[in-house]
């Protein structure tokens, strides 16, 4: 009886292994980003400009990929709610930095974006 345990202990584990390495998304980066809108992705690049918009309606946060705007073609949008959820503001703590964002990937007015609710949704990149 112990060995038939064992042996299916070792099953579920392989299948989890299995399952969670064949889920596993790769990073893509931003000029990619519009393919998969509606999608869950991780988003990897230098943000070239970040502005905290306190006057604006939500006052968020945008951290641009790759390109600054008007020109972005990547945003993390970070709303003023979840800002307190940040130890430092985001727009300091990830200027110019190489950054990987995950989340469900969206679009506002064509150009794709995921909002980061949380910090564990951004990584310094390499």
Known sequence: MEKIST????????????????????EIIPADAKKYIGKTQTVCGQVASANYAAR????PTFLNLD??????????VIWGNDRTNFRDPP????????I?????????????????SDPSQIRLGN
Do not use: M, W
Request: proline share 5%; charged share 20%; aromatic share 6%.
């Open 67 to 76: 390109r600054a705007y008007p020109n972005h073609i990547f945003t993390v």
């Open 100 to 116: 990987c964002v995950t989340g469900v990937i969206s679009s506002y007015k064509g150009v794709p974006e995921i909002v980061a």
């Open 7 to 26: 042996l299916v202990g070792c099953l579920v584990i392989s299948a989890v292994l299995v399952l969670s390495v064949g889920s596993a998304q790769p």
């Open 91 to 98: 727009e300091r703590a990830y200027d110019r930095k190489k």
């Open 56 to 59: 604006s309606k939500g006052r």
